[in-house]
């Protein structure tokens, strides 16, 4: 139910094309639609710009196709994130039109090309973190925004971050993506003027406590700017780091970008 949709209902009643008790049955399942394992939210895309995320760890196959259909009834470049091979051939056969980005865990309903603007920087510290960092950039990249990915640039190679660093100076926001100690995310918040999201992956060695480890560095990060979403939340990363990025594009003038709206994703 994005804005677009509703939209077009008010102007099909305001040229009396539709009545208004036909308008009232269009618009019965807003805000929400419950189908008893769960509740719909359809005016997400209006409130946000962007319709429901489905988590699908947790889920059975036959839930994940439910919720995925009534979205879908109005709404394209939809998440179904921390997806498996049998939850993507589900949805595929619920609804054909849809991509599966296997590194990343998620499926892709009814995806539809918008405009990538602004530069968001996916930085990972080793090549184990990619999953994680394909999380985030996928989930940019699907809301809009270009991604440009900096891979395998850890700190016990720090010529390789440095490497990187005209890469860096050019983002809006940086997700940097790392497992271990973690330290990679305040050697980039040392580089950078822009804002850091920090993301601890469960990568590492039997002290590294399953990405606490991680954790806990980029929280005591000593460089400013740098913030921290939970252990292995590429999603979470992904889409701070696309409100971020147009946020900085909304302060630019208009000769030097044209921010696509959020609902134009849906």
């Not at 498996?84 to 054909?96: M, N």
């Amino acid at each position: 139910m994005d804005s677009q949709y509703l939209k077009g209902l008010l102007e099909q009643v305001k040229s009396g094309r539709m009545n208004t008790d036909a308008a009232m049955e269009a618009l019965k399942d807003l805000p929400f639609e419950d189908l008893g394992y769960a509740k719909v939210d359809n005016h997400r895309c209006v409130r946000n710009g962007v319709p429901e995320v489905i988590y699908c760890e947790g889920k059975t196959v036959s839930q994940i196709k439910g919720i995925i259909a009534r979205i879908a009834r109005h709404n394209s470049n939809i998440l179904a994130t921390r997806a498996d091979p049998e939850v993507y051939e589900g949805i595929r056969e619920e609804i054909e039109d849809c991509v599966y980005h296997e590194m990343a865990r998620i499926v892709v309903v009814k995806p539809k090309e918008v405009e990538s603007i602004g530069n968001i920087a996916v930085v990972s510290a080793g090549t184990s973190d990619i999953p994680v960092a394909e999380e985030a950039a996928i989930t940019a990249q699907t809301l809009g925004n270009h991604v440009n990915r900096i891979y395998d640039v850890g700190v016990a190679g720090i010529h390789r971050i440095l490497h990187a660093r005209k890469d860096l100076f050019q983002a809006n926001v940086a997700v940097v993506v790392a497992g271990m100690e973690g330290a990679l995310a305040s050697v980039v918040g040392g580089l950078v003027s822009c804002p850091v999201i920090g993301v601890p992956t469960s990568i590492g060695y039997g002290a590294s406590f399953g990405g606490i480890s991680a954790l806990l560095t980029m929280l005591n990060s000593c460089a400013s700017g740098v913030s921290v979403v939970n252990i292995d939340n590429g999603f979470g990363a992904g889409y701070q780091a696309s409100l971020i990025n147009r946020t900085a594009l909304k302060s630019l003038p208009k000769s030097d970008t044209e921010p696509v709206s959020l609902a134009k994703v849906c």
